[in-house]
């Protein structure tokens, strides 16, 4: 793997597990597994890391989902492939992260939110319409807002909130936000199949 891709992998799992507040470049060029000079040659300080990896990463999910929809039979199929990634993802994910982002380092968090909106918010609202034309969700929803929506409330999610607490982890309130959402604009006809995804996919999201 070449130093570039080596420092951007690291970074992201350093920072999803422990934050960004805390992570300093000495912790980056450990887990990336090689010395500070080289990263330094790549990057001047730890705010320039940060952007970088949040763009990285942002893009490597994206395609993820867009991959993930395209292989998909129906927009239900896709959404719970989607829904299963994202648990995958919130396992291990540390829920002040997002927090710290905003508030350390708003430059990177305005890049975060600019990526969102072009790429994940338009995917949500493709599957949507997807939906809504196989008779899956409910007609005339305003694909749009309800991918704003959805979008919103997830970020909601990774910021302190009564949800997130000693019994209920990131993990398992994120995916009961996102069944909440689908049941909310599915149809009987759609139901039917979430069920039969859910058993076929679904691993049991538990409280800790």
Avoid at 93 to 109: D, K, V
Avoid at 139 to 155: K, P
Wanted: proline content about 2%; hydrophobic content about 40%; overall charge neutral.
């Amino acid at each position: 793997m070449e130093p570039l891709n080596k420092i951007l992998s690291a970074s992201t799992e350093l920072f999803r597990q422990y934050g960004f507040k805390t992570i300093t470049m000495d912790d980056i060029a450990r887990r990336a597994g090689i010395s500070k000079k080289t990263l330094y040659q790549h990057f001047a300080n730890k705010g320039e890391v940060i952007n970088e990896a949040l763009t990285w990463y942002q893009g490597s999910v994206s395609d993820s989902c867009i991959s993930i929809m395209n292989q998909s039979e129906n927009a239900i199929e896709g959404m719970v492939k989607v829904m299963m990634m994202f648990d995958d993802m919130l396992a291990n994910m540390n829920p002040i992260a997002m927090l710290e982002l905003e508030r350390y380092y708003p430059e990177a968090f305005k890049i975060f939110k600019t990526n969102m909106l072009e790429k994940d918010i338009e995917a949500i609202k493709e599957n949507i319409i997807w939906g809504m034309k196989d008779g899956l969700y409910r007609e005339n929803l305003n694909a749009d807002f309800m991918a704003r929506y959805r979008m919103e409330v997830s970020m909601l999610v990774l910021h302190p909130n009564l949800m997130v607490n000693s019994r209920n982890d990131l993990q398992f309130v994120m995916h009961e936000v996102a069944e909440h959402f689908l049941y909310g604009i599915m149809t009987p006809k759609g139901e039917k199949l979430y069920q039969k995804y859910k058993e076929q996919y679904v691993k049991q999201v538990s409280k800790l």
